[in-house]
């Protein structure tokens, strides 16, 4: 059983930046992908980044440019860099571990395996 645990969020003003952090525990870390997902009010949960075992990414079209996924497999971490933060970022981010081992960036959530519980992002125009 992989524990999640996301930290980072908090409240920003619109065009700021956060880090959002997500440590895993286990000792499997590295050999999985990792994604970031995020659910708004009143929206499904969606697809943010993902980073593979090598280190690979996929960018959600609404981020691409503004966010930067990595990890610290030393850590056991999954980073998520936030920048020019706009209103409609504001959701609940989760971080979740991709169920395959040493595979190409998942963006499906039927495809992970453990989630963390979230950290939220608000946003102020």
């Known amino acids: 059983q992989v524990q999640l645990v996301e930290s980072g969020g908090g409240l920003v003003q619109a065009g700021g930046s956060l880090r959002l952090s997500c440590t895993a525990s286990?000792?499997?870390?590295?050999?999985?992908?990792m994604d970031w997902f995020r659910q708004g009010p009143g929206k499904e949960r969606e697809f943010v980044a993902a980073?593979?075992?090598?280190?690979?990414?996929v960018y959600a079209h609404a981020v691409q440019g503004r966010f930067t996924i990595s990890r610290d497999n030393a850590k056991n971490t999954l980073y998520q860099q936030m920048n020019s933060l706009q209103p409609e970022d504001r959701a609940v981010y989760y971080c979740?571990?991709?169920?395959?081992?040493?595979?190409?960036?998942?963006?499906?959530?039927?495809?992970?395996?453990?989630w963390g519980k979230g950290t939220l992002v608000t946003v102020s125009s």
């Open positions: 979740a571990e991709d169920g395959s081992i040493r595979g190409h960036p998942n963006i499906r959530t039927e495809g992970m395996d453990y």
């Open positions: 286990g000792d499997t870390f590295s050999a999985h992908g």
């Open positions: 980073i593979d075992w090598s280190g690979s990414t």
